[in-house]
C-alpha cells in the first residue's frame, strides 16, 4: 500500500484526486483501506476500480475478463468455471465501463495523429443490427475509439469524429475513410475552429487549413471487390500522397490497416464473429466488449510492426507505448487496477464574499 501515489476518490473533498499531497495515509493495512485527512473520509483500495467490492478472487475475476478480451464467448466461461451468465455479464459491464474511463483520461489527449483511418462494422444482434463505427492512429496503431449505433448515419459519424478530434492537435492530419459521404461533412464540422473578428456575436469557424480528407470506394460483384476508386474530397493530391507516405511509408491511399483492426475485433469479440450463435443481446453489452476489446489492444499488446531494436535485442511495443503514453506493457490486471483520477475540486459559486476557510482551501488544493 503507497498512500504517496493514492488520491481521495471522495467528490465532496476538495483534496480529490490530488496525489503525492500528504492527505492520504494507511488507515488499515489488514482491511487494506486509505484514510484522508482533509475530509476524514476512509476508503478501500479496490475503490474506483472494476475489481471493487466482489467476492470472488481477483485473480479469478482477472483471469476471466482476459479471457472475455481475447474473443472467448460468456458461455465457455459459464461452463469452465461454473459461475452463473449474469455474473460474467456483469463484470464485462464493470471492465468495458472502466476502459472507457482509461480511455478518455489517457488516449483522449491532443497529439500528432498525421493519418487517422475510419470505418464501419456491421454487427448482428439477437433481433436487431447495430452499426460500430472505429477509429485507428496509422503510424503508432493507436485505437482512437469506437461508436455503437442501430443505424449508420450521420450522427453515428459525428460522433465518432469528435472523439477523433479530442485526440488531435492542430496540424497537418489525412483521414482515410470509405465511400460513406458522411464522412466529408462530419469531418469538416468536427475539425474546425473560431475565428476571431473583433465584431460582437457569435464568431465564425473555419475548417483547419492542414486538414486533408480522401476516400476510397470499392465496388463489388458477386462478393468480390471488381474495382478500386481513390477520391480526395478535401485538399490537394500531392499534399495528400506526401502525407500517406509520411506516415505509412510506400503504397496508395488506402483502408487497410482499420479493415485489419476490424479483423482482430471479429476475432476477439465474441459477438462480433460471422456465422456464429454467441451474439450480443443488447447494445450495452456490446459496447463494454468493445471498450475492453480496444483497451486491451492498445495497452496489453505488443504490435508486430512497433518493435524497435535495443543494442542487439528486439524490444515489443503496444500502440500505447508507440504513442508515448506509457513506457511498457501492461498486464490485464495492471489495467484494472488503474485508479482514473476524478476532475479537480472547484470551489461552490455562492453570493457575498467567501469565508476565510474557503479562500484557504482554494489556496492549498486549486494551485
Not at 488507515?27 to 483500495?45: D, I, N, V
Not at 492530419?173 to 476571431?196: M, N, Q
Request: hydrophobic share 40%.
Amino acid at each position: 500500500m503507497d498512500p504517496i501515489q493514492t488520491f481521495c476518490p471522495n467528490m465532496a473533498c476538495p483534496a480529490r484526486g490530488q496525489v503525492g499531497r500528504g492527505n492520504i495515509s494507511v488507515h488499515s493495512q489488514k482491511e487494506r483501506r486509505f484514510l484522508c485527512r482533509q475530509c476524514g473520509k476512509t476508503f478501500a483500495e479496490r475503490t474506483g476500480t472494476p475489481l471493487y467490492r466482489l467476492r470472488t478472487p481477483s485473480e479469478t475475476v482477472t483471469l476471466v475478463v482476459t479471457l472475455l478480451a481475447h474473443g472467448c464467448p460468456v458461455q465457455a466461461i459459464v461452463a469452465a468455471f461454473g459461475f452463473d451468465e449474469r455474473t460474467v455479464a456483469d463484470w464485462l459491464g464493470r471492465a468495458g465501463g472502466h476502459c472507457h474511463a482509461v480511455h478518455e483520461h489517457l488516449v483522449e489527449t491532443p497529439r500528432r495523429l498525421a493519418q487517422v483511418q475510419a470505418d464501419e462494422l456491421r454487427v448482428k444482434m439477437q433481433g436487431a443490427i447495430v452499426w460500430m463505427a472505429m477509429a485507428l492512429m496509422i503510424p503508432t496503431r493507436l485505437w482512437l475509439g469506437g461508436e455503437v449505433s442501430p443505424h449508420r448515419d450521420l450522427p453515428l459519424i459525428r460522433r465518432l469524429m469528435q472523439r477523433v478530434r479530442r485526440c488531435a492537435l492542430a496540424g497537418r492530419l489525412l483521414i482515410c475513410t470509405d465511400g460513406l459521404c458522411s464522412y466529408v461533412r462530419a469531418t469538416r464540422e468536427a475539425f474546425r475552429d473560431h475565428i476571431s473578428t473583433g465584431w460582437r456575436g457569435r464568431q465564425p469557424l473555419r475548417v483547419w487549413g492542414r486538414l486533408l480528407i480522401a476516400q476510397v470506394v470499392k465496388r463489388y460483384d458477386k462478393r468480390r471487390v471488381v474495382e478500386v476508386e481513390r477520391r480526395v474530397v478535401h485538399g490537394r493530391a500531392d499534399q495528400v500522397e506526401k502525407a500517406r507516405a509520411a506516415s505509412s511509408g510506400e503504397g496508395v491511399i488506402n483502408t487497410a490497416y482499420i479493415e485489419r483492426l476490424n479483423g482482430t475485433f471479429r476475432e476477439r469479440l465474441a459477438s462480433l464473429a460471422r456465422r456464429t450463435r454467441g451474439l450480443a443481446r443488447t447494445a450495452t453489452r456490446l459496447e463494454a466488449g468493445m471498450w475492453l476489446v480496444g483497451t486491451v489492444y492498445n495497452f496489453c499488446t505488443p504490435h508486430a510492426s512497433l518493435h524497435e531494436m535495443a543494442g542487439k535485442a528486439v524490444r515489443n511495443r503496444t500502440p500505447a507505448m508507440a504513442a508515448g503514453i506509457t513506457r511498457r506493457c501492461w498486464s490485464v490486471r495492471e489495467l484494472l487496477v488503474y485508479h482514473v483520477p476524478p476532475p479537480q475540486w472547484t470551489p461552490p459559486k455562492k453570493r457575498g464574499r467567501r469565508s476565510r476557510e474557503m479562500l484557504a482551501l482554494i489556496e492549498q488544493w486549486c494551485q
